[in-house]
């Protein structure tokens, strides 16, 4: 069988990072996803889903996502059912995320003012900007200026 889910969207709110029992992290987040065509007024709908993930993918969009981000998701739906305080069975079908990316670039997440002073000085923060030398700008910028002679090539 197969239960494969691939969105693009907008997180509606900050995720919330929780910890179960056992210690293992776990993520919630709501994704707006537009949809590609549009309805009667002329306007685009959107769609929202519930979405989880877990462990190091959990910690990292509640590390580096915030309401607004834009990331994309590949997972698979789950429904799950629990009972609510008047007694009714409530079904909810979410969005099991296996793989978030980030979308944005790191100017765009910097300039919105998450965390910003507090992760500056992380080296582990894949939008670090601390300690970068020359030759990494250089090898992370493929439209950078090429500076060798003609008679410098081999051919």
């Keep these: 069988m197969l239960n494969r889910v691939i969105l693009t969207g907008r997180l ?9 029992p056992n210690g293992i ?3 919630s987040f709501n994704l707006a996803v537009k949809r590609n065509f549009p309805n009667q007024q002329g306007e685009n709908d959107t769609d929202f889903f519930n979405c989880i ?12 996502m915030k309401k607004g981000s834009l990331v994309g998701v590949d997972g698979r739906l789950q429904s ?21 990316q980030f979308l944005e670039n790191k100017n765009h997440q910097r300039g919105s003012n998450h965390d910003s002073k507090k992760r500056s000085g992380d080296p582990f923060d894949p939008y670090n ?10 090898r992370s910028n493929p439209f950078r200026e090429y500076d060798e002679q003609d008679d410098d090539l081999p051919f």
Excluded: M
């Design 12 to 20: 509606t709110k900050d995720p919330v990072l929780q910890y179960t």
């Design 25 to 27: 992290a776990v993520t």
């Design 53 to 64: 993930c877990w462990r190091n993918t959990a910690e990292n969009v509640a590390n580096f």
């Design 80 to 100: 799950r059912n629990y009972q609510n305080e008047q007694g009714q069975r409530i079904f909810v079908v979410e969005v099991n995320a296996e793989t978030v």
């Design 129 to 138: 900007s601390v300690g970068n030398s020359n030759h990494s700008e250089n």
